[in-house]
């Protein structure tokens, strides 16, 4: 657990930083508010740890606050989404000097630079052991996958504005710098959604999940176990695609994340799910991740009535 530390940075206490650029930030709400009691008017946003205290620095009235969610009403000015505010944000070269000065201070460290919230992790420990049972013997076997170690910069919050940085190999490379549009891609899995509330230990965790998530042993036995094809749609990329989408699949980790710890060993079976990249990018459209079975239910439902039109996202 990192706690807020004393760290001599110069953009510390400071809401205009010397060398940050004041940027135009648009943002869009999750949604509105309920009418009742909120009244119209009030929208509802995720990134709930920031902007339930910048916006009211900018006009804002904050109605109510939530683990996950900030209502908020916005000034007159710009009544409806989407929104805009002006902010200092650090360049990509800003973001990797930070990195590199928390580096050299040699220990993680959270707090506030500019108007954001920063969670710095120093050379975490990454490793992997993963855990089965052998179907002959009945006996655990586990083997223990290392990993480099691993420091990491995290600047601002998902769902308004953030930057990642990571160390590869020992030199700092800006990996998220937004706003950009949220990775998705290919057959490894990105984590789109930092928790909100939770953004320090989740940034943290999101990390844990993706290398579970990658790791190519534990992906082969729930491969070996369910198929590749998507547990959620059933789709099965051989089938539709020919040999060129032979083997195509995500494979996405199901164990609740308050679980996953650095201790945490992996149940390819019982912890993975092979899923199609469509299904993948819906479950981790919310935050806990929707479960397979609510992804069936969802196109069941969906297919129960086809004359609807689209829903409201
Ligand atoms: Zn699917
Ligand atoms: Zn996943």
Not at 177 to 183: D, K, N, T, W
Not at 191 to 204: M, R, S, W
Not at 285 to 300: G, N
Request: a neutral charge.
């Amino acid at each position: 657990m990192v706690k807020e530390t004393e760290i001599v940075e110069p953009a510390e206490n400071n809401h205009t930083p010397p060398g940050w650029p004041i940027e135009l930030i648009e943002f869009e709400p999750s949604g509105k508010a309920p009418k009742s009691p909120h009244g119209n008017g009030v929208y509802r946003f995720s990134a709930a740890l920031t902007l339930s205290v910048i916006l009211p620095r900018r006009g804002w009235t904050l109605i109510k606050q939530t683990k996950n969610y900030a209502y908020l009403r916005p000034p007159a000015d710009q009544p409806n989404p989407p929104f805009r505010i002006s902010i200092a944000v650090p360049t990509r070269a800003e973001c990797v000097a930070i990195a590199k000065r928390s580096q050299a201070r040699g220990k993680s460290w959270m707090g506030q630079l500019g108007e954001w919230p920063v969670l710095y992790i120093h050379e975490r420990n990454r490793d992997m052991r993963e855990m089965w049972r052998n179907r002959d013997t009945g006996k655990i076997e586990t083997i223990l996958h290392p990993v480099p170690l691993q420091s990491s910069l995290h600047i601002g919050e998902w769902g308004i504005w953030q930057a990642e940085v990571n160390d590869d190999s020992g030199d700092f490379v800006v990996t998220r710098f937004s706003p950009e549009p949220c990775p998705l891609e290919g057959a490894t899995d990105q984590p789109t959604t930092a928790p909100v509330v939770d953004l320090f230990e989740g940034a943290e965790r999101a990390v844990v999940l993706t290398t579970y998530e990658r790791n190519s042993e534990a992906r082969r036995r729930c491969i070996a176990h369910y198929g590749a094809t998507c547990q959620a749609c059933d789709l099965d990329y051989e089938k539709k695609y020919g040999a060129i989408g032979a083997g195509l699949i995500h494979v996405h980790h199901i164990t609740p994340i308050s679980r996953v710890s650095q201790e945490y060993q992996v149940d390819p079976v019982r912890d993975l799910v092979p899923l199609c990249a469509t299904c993948h990018h819906v479950v981790h459209r919310r935050e806990p991740p929707y479960t397979v079975l609510e992804i069936r239910r969802a196109i069941a439902e969906r297919a129960a009535c086809p004359l609807s039109g689209p829903r409201e996202i």
